[in-house]
């Protein structure tokens, strides 16, 4: 038994040995980290990652977008039309987008728009400061592949999350003020939905991000996820462990940001030190 186990703790030591002696040390230089050098580019990897972040943030705040705008109308709708059969369409299309895997979706998106119907390109990125249009243009797909997913969870939150508003005190009391029905939803239901609906946005966007790997391979992006993709298949250890770094990092920064939202859109929630 114990035998059995020999040869694999002996390779995990090995891993280890050897991304100590080729990440070298975290240390703070002049108040930037040095995250060290690549070992298959032979550069810095903060300087790398200087380079590749601004388009995997690109095309995720992209997808975010989408997300935000189409996942938000999506429930809002649903919830408005409840048990009709535009209720029934919007949450099953969100259950299949919930379903399917992002890669086998950006790839079905390669064959039906860029190949069937030739409206958009099947990879490539071109900066949005070099041309916005040739930019939209690239980065539709990989974003709808990346959102498509979130908006139907989003979809699906936000509706029980607006069903549950509209059945409050206070909008029944706002109707029967004679207040018109597009104030009563704007004003009063859509405002409080958003509530619980802000911390499930925030972990989206951490998925979006996650995401970045598998969609900055399928159509050949060079961002950070097709970096770091890149860097786990060849065992490129600074990289790995920076990017993981850079990456958990802005997941920290995400969700201090997520709560100041939370406490400025609801007041009854407040940070206070001293009680």
């Not at 919930?98 to 998106?109: D, E, G, R, T, Y």
């Not at 018109?180 to 859509?190: D, E, G």
């Not at 499930?200 to 998925?207: P, W, Y």
Request: one cysteine or more; a neutral charge.
């Amino acid at each position: 038994m114990f035998r059995a186990w020999s040869a694999p703790c002996r390779l995990v030591n090995d891993l280890l040995d050897h991304s100590r002696i080729e990440a070298g040390s975290y240390s703070l230089d002049e108040d930037w980290i040095d995250l060290g050098r690549s070992v298959l580019l032979g550069r810095e990897v903060s300087s790398i990652a200087a380079e590749r972040l601004p388009v995997t943030f690109s095309i995720a705040i992209y997808a975010f977008f989408l997300t935000l705008v189409l996942g938000i109308m999506a429930g809002v709708l649903s919830a408005l039309r409840q048990n009709t059969w535009v209720d029934q369409l919007l949450m099953t299309a969100a259950v299949v987008g919930v379903s399917l895997p992002n890669f086998w979706l950006a790839l079905m998106l390669i064959v039906l728009f860029a190949v069937e119907l030739r409206w958009l390109p099947a990879g490539g990125y071109v900066p949005f400061t070099q041309d916005a249009w040739l930019w939209f243009r690239g980065a539709t797909l990989p974003a709808l592949s990346l959102a498509l997913l979130q908006i139907g969870l989003l979809a699906r939150i936000t509706r029980s999350t607006m069903l549950e508003v509209l059945r409050q005190d206070y909008v029944r009391t706002a109707k029967a003020k004679g207040l018109s029905h597009f104030k009563v939803v704007v004003k009063h239901a859509f405002t409080n939905t958003l509530i619980p609906v802000l911390t499930t946005i925030g972990h989206i966007f951490s998925l979006l991000i996650g995401g970045s790997i598998v969609i900055e391979t399928v159509f050949s992006i060079p961002g950070f996820g097709l970096l770091l993709g890149s860097a786990i298949l060849s065992r490129d250890y600074p990289v790995i462990q920076g990017g993981l770094l850079l990456f958990a990092a802005m997941l920290v920064l995400l969700n201090i940001l997520v709560d100041l939202v939370y406490a400025k859109l609801d007041p009854r929630i407040r940070y206070d030190v001293d009680h």
